[in-house]
């Protein structure tokens, strides 16, 4: 009795402590300032409420502030036009243990203060998905009392401070998914408390240090995807207490060490694929591992025969054991059949096994393709296995089956097939070059008779004369007509308070008309770029209307080097800001977007495309598809904005003569008046070299690419970091393996079986538009219909082979059109490394950059392909 009435009065006292009121003015002061300085509102601070009690996200204990917990909550509408790391106010709650804003944008570096003046009790620093940039401060090692620091999923450069390794009770490190560069510091030894070091999806080169074997509490060691070399440490092998252990995607070599498993009996994940290690596995991996549930070590060069005996771990109930594409070879014994029985999938293809596979083996999900199995289909050929088995000096027993498609008369019949094919493509080439010649010709003949010039600037130049003032009147009855003075009036005077953010064409500035509606204002300085940046813009809204594009209100025009162009405001503002400020409860607003909203942008944007590509007459095509141009309304409808650059598709001679032919008159279908648009020519004032509707789609592929992974800025950028980036990405996109694209997916998304068959669905679809050859990539009409389909994407297509899509009609279906680039590859599962040059043609770098098939009448569908999209 008197050990309850103790363990009572203790549980009341702490409640008590718990509910007092904020005790200390200093601390009350520094809160308001966190308040003032970060924007956030007052239904989650209330100005005239105790902290402790009213305040969402603050936790007091005896009158102290203990706990700051930002995630999930909004800043007002004017502080998330401009975001900042402004967090001085901490530097005053001296009993503050954690502070925890992650998915809260903190845009810019720390400050110069942060570390060596936080609070010495903070123990949790949790700053994930935060927009933080820059470097880590050296003094962030000063903050002795650091028990978790969590800095993952933002944009920060620069060395690892050795200093970290002062945080001897440190437990937890994640530095992952950042911009990090140099080497592991050897530091990080003296972390003895450690049981978590996740450095991986960074720029990380050099060795890894040896040291690490030293962290005798480690758990989880994560490294994968960065840029490290040299052989793996022995002293690895010292980490008895390790569950998870990530070396993929880097460029290590050598054999692994024969004690690297021998004393970690609790280990459950071990990934090293997509290294170039040799030598075979250690046979301590084949001892005793009761736990383990995935094993990968594929895409190395590993070699050697499994050995003879029932591996020690065969009681394992694992999900994956991957051994594909190395050069294993000999047979399999009954014992590692006993093996594989236990695991969910075996892929064991792109090997040298020879003999036969028992038939329990080939009815599990497994894979034995490309060895040399006796009773199994799609092996390699007899002379092939010959070959390799004698290089080696090993006896060789037994035939592979022979591939009916590769017998002696099928040969020939190939043969005959492509010679055929090819005579047939030199005669339809001859054919088209005539049929150009004569219509450039005729339509020079008919411009002249009809008194129709037109000048072409040499090297792609664009005259910049100002307008004629017939094409300015008539330009300015385009919306609604504002003065100067009430635009000045509507932005308080451009004031920087009201500035949104810095565009391509000009600044943008939130602003309210006299009547009270919210609206934006671009600010276009016609001194520092091409007069026809407001004309074009202008132009395009007297000609076309569509409900994807961004509702434009009117302008003004009155001065000579400065023009205002006004928009209707979007108010969940654009993709790019929209994308991580969702709470997780839908009533709070925004913080993260979930899967339904992010399909739904999707869809929205495909089908501005299908507007601009397909509906007008020439297409257009708008050359800033980024998350920044995608605008949101109330409802998350997408209204494409940032059309400063939108102009008609570059195409070969034929259609500028077609183009000049049609200025003088009607456009017979499409949206009418388009000719008036300026063909897309290298050297414009954006800068991008002669685009075209696959420069769009390349474009839009980084746009999908950036709501699966929740990766902020892949679209906005094209640096060689971010290239990097995406080749290492699309490594994890397969029509095969739907598992793969979790280890790229946004992690704060939250999806069912279903939704998670979408989102592997949307990963295709951009790994389709990011194809390196632009004739390749989807046209817009295919990707919407895809993307209003996404589980015919995925349960239609997964489980058909490479040769099966390599075979099917065109005629068929959309996804026909959609898979192009996988029908044209052996398998989508070999990482497929873009060249420069093919990155250039993406992104409209390299001048070759050319899709000339665009409309109906330059590229015909297949076919049967347009009764099924209508329908």
Same mark, same amino acid.
């Given at each position: 009795?008197?050990?309850?009435?103790?363990?009572?009065?203790?549980?009341?006292?702490? &409640?008590?402590?718990?509910?007092?009121?904020?005790?200390?003015?200093?601390?009350?002061?520094?809160?308001?300032?966190?308040?003032?300085?970060?924007?956030?509102?007052?239904?989650?601070?209330?100005?005239?409420?105790?902290?402790?009690?009213?305040?969402?996200?603050?936790?007091?204990?005896?009158?102290?502030?203990?706990?700051?917990?930002?995630?999930?909550?909004?800043?007002?509408?004017?502080?998330?036009?401009?975001?900042?790391?402004?967090?001085?106010?901490?530097?005053?709650?001296?009993?503050?243990?954690?502070?925890?804003?992650?998915?809260?944008?903190?845009?810019?570096?720390?400050?110069?203060?942060?570390?060596?003046?936080?609070?010495?009790?903070?123990?949790?620093?949790?700053?994930?998905?935060?927009?933080?940039?820059?470097?880590?401060?050296?003094?962030?090692?000063?903050?002795?009392?650091?028990?978790?620091?969590?800095?993952?999923?933002?944009?920060?450069?620069?060395?690892?401070?050795?200093?970290?390794?002062?945080?001897?009770?440190?437990?937890?490190?994640?530095?992952?998914?950042?911009?990090?560069?140099?080497?592991?510091?050897?530091?990080?030894?003296?972390?003895?408390?450690?049981?978590?070091?996740?450095?991986?999806?960074?720029?990380?080169?050099?060795?890894?240090?040896?040291?690490?074997?030293?962290?005798?509490?480690?758990?989880?060691?994560?490294?994968?995807?960065?840029?490290?070399?040299?052989?793996?440490?022995?002293?690895?092998?010292?980490?008895?207490?390790?569950?998870?252990?990530?070396?993929?995607?880097?460029?290590?070599?050598?054999?692994?060490?024969?004690?690297?498993?021998?004393? +970690?009996?609790?280990?459950?994940?071990?990934?090293?694929?997509?290294?170039?290690?040799?030598?075979?596995?250690?046979?301590?991996?084949?001892?005793?591992?009761?736990?383990?549930?995935?094993?990968?070590?594929?895409? =190395? =060069?590993?070699?050697?025969?499994?050995?003879?005996?029932?591996?020690?771990?065969?009681?394992?109930?694992?999900?994956?054991?991957?051994?594909?594409?190395?050069?294993?070879?000999?047979?399999?014994?009954?014992?590692?059949?006993?093996?594989?029985?236990?695991?969910?999938?075996?892929?064991?293809?792109?090997?040298?096994?020879?003999?036969?596979?028992?038939?329990?083996?080939?009815?599990?999900?497994?894979?034995?393709?490309?060895?040399?199995?006796?009773?199994?289909?799609?092996?390699?050929?007899?002379?092939?296995?010959?070959?390799?088995?004698?290089?080696?000096?090993?006896?060789?027993?037994?035939?592979?089956?022979?591939?009916? +498609?590769?017998?002696?008369?099928?040969?020939?019949?190939?043969?005959?097939?492509?010679?055929?094919?090819?005579?047939?493509?030199?005669?339809?080439?001859?054919?088209?070059?005539?049929?150009?010649?004569?219509?450039?010709?005729?339509?020079?003949?008919?411009?002249?008779? &009809?008194?129709?010039?037109?000048?072409?600037?040499?090297?792609?130049?664009?005259?910049?004369?100002?307008?004629?003032?017939?094409?300015?009147?008539?330009?300015?009855?385009?919306?609604?007509?504002?003065?100067?003075?009430?635009?000045?009036?509507?932005?308080?005077?451009?004031?920087?308070?009201?500035?949104?953010?810095?565009?391509?064409?000009?600044?943008?500035?939130?602003?309210?008309?006299?009547?009270?509606?919210?609206?934006?204002?671009?600010?276009?300085?016609?001194?520092?770029?091409?007069?026809?940046?407001?004309?074009?813009?202008?132009?395009?809204?007297?000609?076309?209307?569509?409900?994807?594009?961004?509702?434009?209100?009117?302008?003004?025009?009155?001065?000579?080097?400065?023009?205002?162009?006004?928009?209707?405001?979007?108010?969940?503002?654009?993709?790019?800001?929209?994308?991580?400020?969702?709470?997780?409860?839908?009533?709070?607003?925004?913080?993260?977007?979930?899967?339904?909203?992010?399909?739904?942008?999707?869809?929205?944007?495909?089908?501005?495309?299908?507007?601009?590509?397909?509906?007008?007459?020439?297409?257009?095509?708008?050359?800033?598809?980024?998350?920044?141009?995608?605008?949101?309304?109330?409802?998350?409808?997408?209204?494409?904005?940032?059309?400063?650059?939108?102009?008609?598709?570059?195409?070969?001679?034929?259609?500028?003569?077609?183009?000049?032919?049609?200025?003088?008159?009607?456009?017979?279908?499409?949206?009418?008046?388009?000719?008036?648009?300026?063909?897309?020519?290298?050297?414009?004032?954006?800068?991008?070299?002669?685009?075209?509707?696959?420069?769009?789609?390349?474009?839009?592929?980084?746009?999908?690419?950036?709501?699966?992974?929740?990766?902020?800025?892949?679209?906005?950028?094209?640096?060689?970091?971010? =290239?990097?980036?995406?080749?290492?990405?699309?490594?994890?996109?397969?029509?095969?393996?739907?598992?793969?694209?979790?280890?790229?997916?946004?992690?704060?998304?939250?999806?069912?079986?279903?939704?998670?068959?979408?989102?592997?669905?949307?990963?295709?679809?951009?790994?389709?538009?990011?194809?390196?050859?632009?004739?390749?990539?989807?046209?817009?009409?295919?990707?919407?219909?895809?993307?209003?389909?996404?589980?015919?994407?995925?349960?239609?297509?997964?489980?058909?082979?490479?040769?099966?899509?390599?075979?099917?009609?065109?005629?068929?279906?959309?996804?026909?059109?959609?898979?192009?680039?996988?029908?044209?590859?052996?398998?989508?599962?070999?990482?497929?490394?873009?060249?420069?040059?093919?990155?250039?043609?993406?992104?409209?770098?390299?001048?070759?950059?050319?899709?000339?098939?665009?409309?109906?009448?330059?590229?015909?569908?297949?076919?049967?392909?347009?009764?099924?999209?209508?329908?």
């Amino acid at each position: 009795m008197v050990i309850l009435f103790s363990l009572l009065f203790f549980l009341q006292r702490g &409640r008590l402590a718990l509910c007092q009121p904020l005790s200390s003015a200093v601390e009350l002061g520094s809160l308001y300032s966190l308040r003032s300085s970060l924007g956030l509102r007052a239904r989650d601070w209330p100005r005239r409420a105790d902290p402790c009690s009213k305040w969402t996200g603050v936790l007091c204990r005896s009158g102290r502030v203990v706990s700051l917990n930002l995630s999930g909550l909004r800043r007002t509408w004017v502080a998330r036009r401009n975001p900042r790391f402004a967090v001085d106010g901490l530097q005053n709650l001296t009993n503050l243990v954690s502070f925890n804003a992650s998915g809260f944008l903190l845009s810019g570096p720390f400050p110069d203060w942060f570390g060596s003046r936080l609070p010495l009790s903070l123990a949790a620093l949790d700053l994930r998905s935060a927009a933080v940039s820059g470097v880590i401060p050296y003094s962030l090692g000063r903050v002795a009392g650091l028990s978790v620091l969590s800095l993952a999923g933002n944009s920060l450069t620069g060395d690892i401070p050795t200093t970290l390794g002062g945080l001897r009770r440190l437990t937890q490190l994640d530095l992952s998914h950042n911009s990090l560069t140099g080497s592991i510091p050897p530091a990080l030894a003296a972390l003895a408390n450690l049981s978590h070091l996740d450095l991986s999806s960074n720029y990380l080169a050099g060795e890894i240090p040896a040291a690490l074997g030293s962290l005798s509490n480690l758990k989880t060691l994560i490294l994968s995807n960065n840029s490290l070399t040299g052989s793996v440490p022995p002293q690895l092998g010292n980490l008895s207490l390790l569950v998870s252990l990530d070396l993929s995607f880097n460029f290590l070599f050598g054999s692994l060490p024969e004690s690297l498993f021998s004393g +970690a009996s609790g280990l459950r994940s071990v990934v090293l694929k997509r290294n170039n290690f040799s030598g075979g596995l250690p046979d301590s991996l084949w001892s005793p591992l009761p736990e383990l549930e995935l094993l990968d070590v594929s895409s =190395n =060069n590993l070699t050697g025969e499994l050995p003879n005996r029932v591996p020690g771990n065969a009681n394992a109930s694992g999900g994956v054991f991957n051994l594909s594409n190395n050069v294993y070879y000999g047979s399999i014994s009954s014992g590692f059949e006993i093996l594989f029985q236990r695991f969910k999938f075996v892929d064991l293809s792109n090997n040298y096994f020879e003999g036969t596979v028992l038939a329990g083996g080939r009815s599990l999900n497994a894979s034995f393709a490309m060895n040399c199995f006796q009773n199994v289909s799609n092996q390699r050929s007899t002379v092939e296995c010959e070959k390799f088995y004698m290089e080696r000096g090993i006896a060789y027993d037994g035939a592979v089956p022979p591939d009916p +498609a590769s017998s002696p008369s099928s040969n020939r019949n190939w043969r005959y097939i492509l010679a055929g094919v090819l005579a047939g493509l030199a005669l339809v080439s001859i054919l088209v070059s005539v049929l150009v010649l004569f219509l450039v010709r005729r339509g020079a003949h008919s411009a002249e008779q &009809r008194g129709i010039t037109a000048s072409v600037v040499p090297s792609g130049r664009v005259a910049q004369e100002p307008p004629s003032s017939g094409v300015t009147d008539k330009l300015s009855a385009v919306g609604d007509a504002f003065t100067y003075e009430q635009l000045l009036q509507a932005t308080s005077e451009f004031s920087p308070l009201n500035l949104v953010k810095h565009g391509n064409s000009g600044d943008i500035y939130y602003g309210v008309l006299e009547d009270g509606a919210s609206v934006v204002v671009k600010r276009i300085n016609v001194q520092n770029l091409m007069r026809e940046a407001y004309v074009m813009e202008l132009n395009l809204f007297a000609k076309v209307s569509h409900a994807r594009l961004v509702p434009f209100v009117g302008h003004c025009l009155e001065k000579e080097d400065e023009k205002l162009l006004v928009y209707k405001l979007m108010p969940n503002g654009d993709l790019s800001s929209a994308l991580y400020t969702r709470s997780g409860r839908e009533e709070e607003g925004l913080r993260s977007l979930d899967w339904i909203k992010r399909l739904k942008i999707a869809i929205g944007m495909a089908e501005a495309l299908c507007f601009l590509h397909h509906e007008c007459s020439p297409p257009l095509v708008h050359r800033d598809v980024q998350a920044s141009s995608i605008l949101l309304d109330d409802k998350y409808e997408v209204r494409l904005g940032s059309l400063s650059e939108v102009c008609a598709q570059q195409g070969d001679a034929q259609q500028v003569f077609t183009r000049m032919l049609r200025s003088s008159r009607p456009s017979e279908q499409g949206v009418s008046g388009m000719a008036d648009f300026v063909v897309c020519l290298p050297g414009k004032y954006s800068g991008f070299a002669g685009a075209t509707c696959a420069y769009d789609v390349y474009c839009f592929g980084k746009v999908l690419l950036e709501l699966v992974t929740g990766k902020l800025g892949i679209s906005g950028s094209d640096s060689p970091a971010m =290239n990097d980036w995406l080749d290492h990405t699309l490594t994890y996109i397969s029509l095969y393996e739907k598992e793969l694209v979790t280890k790229i997916m946004d992690p704060t998304l939250v999806v069912d079986e279903d939704h998670l068959e979408e989102v592997w669905a949307m990963a295709i679809v951009a790994k389709c538009c990011l194809d390196p050859k632009p004739s390749k990539r989807p046209l817009a009409r295919y990707i919407l219909k895809a993307l209003e389909s996404p589980l015919k994407v995925v349960r239609e297509e997964s489980h058909s082979n490479s040769a099966q899509l390599r075979t099917t009609s065109s005629r068929g279906s959309w996804r026909n059109a959609l898979f192009v680039s996988w029908r044209n590859s052996s398998s989508d599962l070999a990482s497929r490394k873009y060249s420069t040059t093919a990155r250039s043609q993406g992104s409209g770098g390299d001048h070759s950059f050319s899709c000339r098939r665009t409309s109906r009448e330059i590229f015909p569908e297949p076919l049967g392909l347009v009764d099924e999209f209508d329908e």
